[in-house]
């Protein structure tokens, strides 16, 4: 099943939707018994939102326009969903925390930026830098992409960029390859991408 959501053009309507799994995980970490910071305060935050928005989306005129916003407001969110993805999935993927000096070296491993003129940035929030991101969570990212290049390109250190429509092939191709693996009968432990996705911890 996998194989055809992915194979069909079904990934971008399931993204309008993934929100969903946002707020499904929220809910999960903080009732768990892992140590969390401030779970107080977090659950607070999650209760005067669901008390807030469900408030204010009912005082709309009536139920199709109260459908129509959160199918609209899903729908946009799904843009960063999207956005996420096209900076990760098409990315190397390394299990655990970094060892020794090589931290940096994962930063730049792990994530894509996407090449975009200036005028664009509105659009992608910063997101499109997404090397300098993970270096730099709060900088003027557009300002120290050279700074971050330079490094790279000393060190012979992998620092990948790709186009928007490019970036978006690559994350199918990744989707599709771990659907081929999901199908795969012949392995009796389920152990491959899907699964560790699934089972992943850190």
């Not at 009732?31 to 779970?39: A, I, M, Q, W």
């Not at 975009?116 to 003027?140: A, K, T, V």
């Not at 790279?152 to 994350?171: P, V």
């Not at 795969?184 to 491959?192: G, Q």
Request: aromatic share 14%; with cysteine.
């Amino acid at each position: 099943m996998v194989f055809y959501v992915v194979k069909a053009p079904w990934y971008y309507p399931v993204m309008c939707f993934a929100r969903i799994n946002l707020f499904a995980q929220s809910f999960i970490f903080l009732l768990s018994k892992r140590k969390v910071p401030n779970r107080g305060q977090e659950i607070l935050g999650i209760l005067v939102y669901w008390t807030w928005v469900p408030l204010l989306v009912s005082c709309l005129a009536n139920w199709g326009e109260r459908l129509l916003f959160a199918v609209a407001s899903f729908a946009v969110t799904g843009i960063q969903h999207v956005q996420f993805c096209l900076n990760h999935f098409s990315s190397n993927v390394y299990v655990g925390p970094p060892s020794g000096n090589n931290w940096f070296e994962k930063q730049t491993d792990g994530s894509l930026d996407m090449l975009c003129s200036s005028w664009m940035d509105w659009f992608h929030g910063g997101l499109q830098f997404q090397i300098e991101h993970h270096l730099f969570p709060r900088c003027h990212l557009r300002k120290i992409s050279p700074f971050v290049k330079e490094p790279c390109k000393k060190h012979n250190l992998q620092y990948s960029t790709a186009s928007f429509w490019k970036a978006n092939a690559m994350t199918i191709g990744t989707l599709r390859s771990a659907a081929l693996q999901a199908r795969d009968v012949s392995n009796s432990v389920p152990r491959n991408v899907v699964w560790e996705a699934v089972n992943t911890h850190g």
